[in-house]
């Protein structure tokens, strides 16, 4: 079982932004420690019968909230949960936030990997982005977190910007290389809806562009040791965010905070988004009955999306035809392993098209 849990402060909300987030709310930490508490211990004492293989924070800003109230967190997960001895424990952070002493906090509490947001070394990048931290400010944050015993360290980059070419791109990677880290995530620039550089009516750049950012990216990593397992991600030495795996292969999990999302079984579950609401009622849930083709189909997306591919046995025999027209169009490939048989993509960043022409047919 997966359980994530939002932490929904911000000092300032960047213009891309469109999760659930507060800015200069942090005067109502306290009470929503208080219902994220209740929330948490009622999740878990209702599945008691499961074992926490991954914990993610997420946000919002989780490194903006004080060590303080992750003591009682972790408390609380602990008081209701079994946690395995190999538990991802993981926390998205700001470059801006990372002291050496909440890092050690961290540790202390049984976080064992930080995401954190750097997004860009470049000064103009990072004004367009609306991120608060300067390129000087990212190796000695690094260097805290590792110091603290943090050595699953990951940093997200952000591509796609209309400022971004191939020099920026690799010296952003070159310079994110000279960290200790053991993961990157690189993210194209999205304008989503709710998000002020939507309200503003900003275009995305051209779709052309774009893939031939994200192949380059890819390139750069490569030659760099990193390795591409999802879209958007990319290891060293073999070291995956467990917790997003756990979603791509279709694991249940629990979500508690203001607007977290989780599934059990067939129903999917939301809490409300809403700071005040949240707090006044952290057990109400607004749920969905999904059917079994819903999740066969989203199993079918996210499976694409990675390298861990489609478990084949959610095909039927009527449907292989299809199948090998992936295969001999060379779209796909076939992987045997010991847990079964799984159809996987041959190149990950085709995986929509694929997706696409793939439920068409079925």
């Known amino acids: 079982m997966l359980l994530y849990i939002h932490i929904p402060f911000c000092t300032s909300k960047c213009g891309y932004c ?3 987030s507060f800015v200069g709310q942090e005067a109502y930490m306290p009470s929503y420690v208080n219902a994220l508490c209740q929330d948490i211990a009622h999740s878990l004492t209702t599945h008691k019968d ?7 924070f997420g946000g919002g800003t989780p490194s903006l909230m004080p060590a303080r109230f992750y003591e009682r967190i972790f408390a609380t997960i602990h008081s209701y949960a079994r946690v395995s001895g190999d538990c991802e424990i993981s926390l998205e952070a700001n470059i801006n936030h990372l002291s050496l002493q909440w890092c050690k906090d961290m540790i202390g509490f049984g976080a064992n990997r930080l995401s954190v947001g750097i997004q860009s070394f470049n000064k103009h990048k ?3 982005l609306e991120r608060e931290h300067s390129a000087q400010e990212i190796a000695k944050s690094m260097e805290n977190a590792y110091n603290a015993g943090f050595k699953n360290l990951s940093c997200d ?8 070419s191939m020099q920026l791109i690799e010296s952003d990677i070159a310079r994110a290389r000279t960290l200790p880290i053991n993961h990157i995530s690189v993210y194209a620039l999205s304008i989503d809806k709710g998000s002020r550089f939507a309200t503003q009516k900003m275009t995305s750049i051209d779709a052309s562009e774009s893939e031939f950012l994200s192949f380059y990216a890819r390139d750069v990593l490569q030659d760099a040791g990193f390795s591409q397992y999802e879209v958007s991600n990319y290891t060293k030495n073999n070291t995956p965010c467990k ?22 079984g067939q129903i999917r579950s939301q809490a409300y988004a809403h700071l005040s609401r949240y707090i006044a009622y952290p057990l109400q849930r607004v749920q969905e009955a999904l059917k079994q ?6 199993s079918i997306m996210l499976g694409l999306r990675c390298i861990q591919g489609v478990d084949m046995s959610l095909f039927t025999l009527d449907e292989r035809s299809v199948i090998q027209s992936l295969i001999d169009g060379r779209k796909c490939r076939i992987e045997e392993r010991e847990n079964g048989t799984f159809l996987v993509a041959n190149e990950l960043f085709l995986s929509d098209e694929i997706t696409t022409w793939l439920l068409r047919r079925l």
């Open 50 to 56: 499961s074992t926490l293989d991954s914990i993610f």
């Open 243 to 264: 917790h997003n795996l756990g979603y791509w292969q279709g694991c249940e999990y629990l979500g508690c905070g203001a607007s977290a999302v989780g599934r059990v």
């Open 293 to 298: 083709s819903d999740l066969r189909t989203e």
């Open 126 to 128: 990072l004004a367009f």
């Open 18 to 20: 469109a999760f659930s």
């Open 157 to 164: 980059l952000i591509i796609d910007t209309p400022l971004d």
